[in-house]
Each structure stands twice: as C-alpha cells, then as structure tokens.
Antibody, heavy 124, light 110 residues
Framework: EVQLVESGGGLVQPGRSLRLSCAAS????????MHWVRQAPGKGLEWVSGISWNSGSIGYADSVKGRFTVSRDNAKNSLYLQMNSLRAEDTALYYC?????????????????WGQGTLVIVSS | QSVLTQPPSVSGAPGQRVAISCTGS?????????VHWYQQLPGTAPKLLIYGNTNRPSGVPDRFSGSKPGTSASLAITGLQAEDEGDYYCQSYDSSLSGWVFGGGTKLTV
C-alpha cells in the first residue's frame, strides 16, 4: 500500500524558514517523480514544485521560485521542501504527491497518490 | 487567477447529469497536453477521478467521464448522488510556465 506522510508544518513568522518532509513507502520511490501541491484555507489546489526521479529535473511555480527548494533522498525514501522567506500567502496545507509517471516530471503526468498534508501557517 | 478556468459552482438534483468545463489556452490544453480530474470531498485529500482526458482509474464509477474538445476539457457526472458533493479540479501542463497547472476548482452541490 502506497503511503505518503508529510511532516514539518507549523506556525512560523513572516520572513523565516521551514523545512517540510515526506516519508514514502509502498512503492519504488526512486523510480518516480514527486511533487508538492498546496491548498490555502478555503482555496483551490496549487502546484508548488516537482522533482524527477534522480533530481536531474526540477520545476517550481512562479509564486515560490527563488524562495523554495525541493530535494529528495532516494536512500531514505524521502522528499523535502525547504521554504525560505515565508510570506502570509504561503499559508496552506502542503500535500506530498506521487507522479503517475516513472522517471522525469512528465508533461502528461498526474497525481496517483496524495498524502494527507501538513499545515503551514505564516503569521506574526 | 488560475491558468485553467473552471466555473466556481454547479448544481444538480439527484439522478441528473452535470458537466464541469475546464478552459485553457494554446500553452496548455490547446497545445495537446493531457487533462486530468480530481475529486476532493470535504475534509479529505484529492482523489484521482479521470486521467489522460478520458480514462477512469479502477474503482471510479462509470458515471464519471471525461472529454477534451479543443482548448477545453469537460467532466460529466451522470446519475448524481448525494455523495458526489465536493470540489472538482482539472490539471494539465503549461509549456509557458514549464510546470503543472490546476484549475480553480468547481464546487458541486447535489
């Protein structure tokens, strides 16, 4: 059974940093691209970042480019999101998401498994 | 403002049919990129409903169907049931943004 368990969320002041983690199990982690998708309270889904199986290809939404860094440790079956210079508009539930496609971040891929999310609140 | 445009809400009576549109542009749906649909029931994580424009994962009832005519896509739900109430999102890829994009979501009321 595929499981994605996020952690690291919490309350943080504007301008500070936070690192999210996602522990994956139930599939061959280093075969698949992975993503972070967020959802602000009462709002829709927003793709944040994607990373290929070997970290060779990485993409970011314009809203987080230059502030967030995605990474993965295939030996630990883990995905990470380093979030710097946090803003109030980064407040959201952050989902770890498995790409349906093995290998790169696919232009035709979709999310076939979602975690339950970790809540990040940016407020003074 | 989402790159993919969906109606904010749709509604229908039990047993009826509704359709949710997802309108894009020449850099995403119109460029031929696939569209996928997700259902998010209250208080839960999203769930894949349709992939590759028209395909249903195992376990998704055939009341749900997808189509992709031109620069838009559509999700149809027939035989509406109370448990279908929730939010529905389309997703594709955008070549100008070099990343995935989601629609703004549509709230379905039964």
């Amino acid at each position: 059974e595929v499981q994605l368990v996020e952690s690291g969320g919490g309350l943080v002041q504007p301008g500070r940093s936070l690192r999210l983690s996602c522990a994956a199990s139930g599939f061959i982690f280093d075969d698949y691209a992975m993503h972070w998708v967020r959802q602000a309270p009462g709002k829709g889904l927003e793709w944040v970042s994607g990373i290929s199986w070997n970290s060779g290809s990485i993409g970011y939404a314009d809203s987080v480019k230059g502030r967030f860094t995605v990474s993965r440790d295939n030996a630990k079956n883990s995905l990470y999101l380093q979030m710097n210079s946090l803003r109030a508009e980064d407040t959201a539930l952050y989902y770890c998401a498995k790409d349906s496609t093995a290998g790169p971040v696919s232009t035709s891929g979709w999310v076939d498994y979602w975690g339950q999310g970790t809540l990040v609140i940016v407020s003074s | 403002q989402s790159v993919l445009t969906q109606p904010p809400s749709v509604s229908g009576a039990p047993g009826q049919r509704v359709a949710i549109s997802c309108t894009g542009s020449s850099s995403n749906i119109g460029a031929g990129y696939d569209v996928h649909w997700y259902q998010q029931l209250p208080g839960t994580a999203p769930k894949l409903l349709i992939y590759g424009n028209t395909n249903r994962p195992s376990g998704v009832p055939d009341r749900f169907s997808g189509s992709k005519p031109g620069t838009s896509a559509s999700l149809a739900i027939t035989g509406l049931q109370a448990e279908d109430e929730g939010d529905y999102y389309c997703q594709s890829y955008d070549s100008s943004l070099s990343g995935w994009v989601f629609g703004g979501g549509t709230k379905l009321t039964v």
